[in-house]
């Protein structure tokens, strides 16, 4: 299957310094891509659509000003928490969609664990 | 409303024993529905999907999973659970077409016993 690769896997912050994730999908273009927030023994929220030359579109309740999204190109996405705080410590997981036209399966990254100190 | 239940929070088998994991959902248009499984911290991997035609599918592991229409339910099943299947696993739906966003159920956290 297609491989979709996070970066850093675990990331410990200071509280109101900005952490930087990347999701690069490795074997195919990838013109979308979504962030979900998973909390613990939960299931996944999405948080927003990224789009490769656009604005990404957020979920309601999301603060578009705390987390930037950026999909410069078709096999890069990048989620930078702003300020992080001790409440933005989750487990952050991207996704990309292979095929485009149909549905296609998501394809899910590692997953990356944020804890805001 | 759209939405993906998941009825079982638990569930603890012995290895060696069937498993059926359920999946309700709650879709206005076609859906495409998939079944998921996380192992601690990590992604998700995905078992199996249903697209159309033929409503049992089969998925890697060993799973399959039925697709019944009248019954708005997409259960997974393994007639013999492994120990390594202990993980959570999750449901999921999407559209045919459109936005092609993914709801997903709250997932069911699977115990399997020696």
């Known amino acids: 299957g297609a491989v979709v690769s996070q970066h850093p896997s675990w990331v410990i912050c200071k509280s109101g310094t900005s952490v930087k994730i990347e999701c690069r999908s490795l074997d195919f273009q990838a013109t979308t891509m979504f962030w979900y927030r998973q909390f613990p023994k939960q299931s996944l929220m999405l948080m927003a659509t990224?789009?490769?030359?656009?604005?990404?579109?957020?979920e309601q309740g999301v603060e578009k000003d705390k987390f930037l999204i950026n999909h410069a190109s078709l096999t890069l996405s990048t989620l930078t928490v702003t300020s992080a705080h001790p409440e933005d410590s989750s487990f952050y997981i991207c996704?990309?969609?292979?095929?485009?036209?149909?549905?296609?399966?998501?394809?899910f990254g590692e997953g990356s664990r944020l804890t805001v100190l | 409303a759209q939405s993906v239940t998941q009825p079982d929070i638990h569930i603890t088998v012995s290895e060696g024993a069937s498993l059926e994991l359920r999946c309700n959902y709650s879709?206005?248009?076609?859906?495409?529905l998939f079944w998921y499984v996380q192992s601690p911290g990590q992604g998700l991997q995905l078992l199996l999907k249903?697209?159309?035609?033929?409503?049992l599918v089969q998925g890697i592991k060993g799973f399959e999973a039925e697709f019944k229409r009248s019954q708005s339910s997409f259960n997974l099943r393994k007639p013999s659970v492994h120990w390594s299947d202990a993980a959570e696993y999750f449901c999921?739906?999407?559209?045919?077409?459109?936005?092609?966003?993914?709801?997903f159920g709250t997932g069911t956290r699977l115990k399997v016993l020696a």
């Open positions: 879709y206005g248009a076609t859906p495409y």
């Open positions: 990224s789009n490769e030359g656009s604005k990404a579109t957020y």
């Open positions: 249903y697209f159309s035609g033929d409503t």
């Open positions: 996704s990309a969609r292979v095929s485009q036209g149909g549905a296609g399966e998501l394809f």
């Open positions: 999921a739906v999407t559209k045919v077409s459109g936005t092609y966003k993914y709801i």
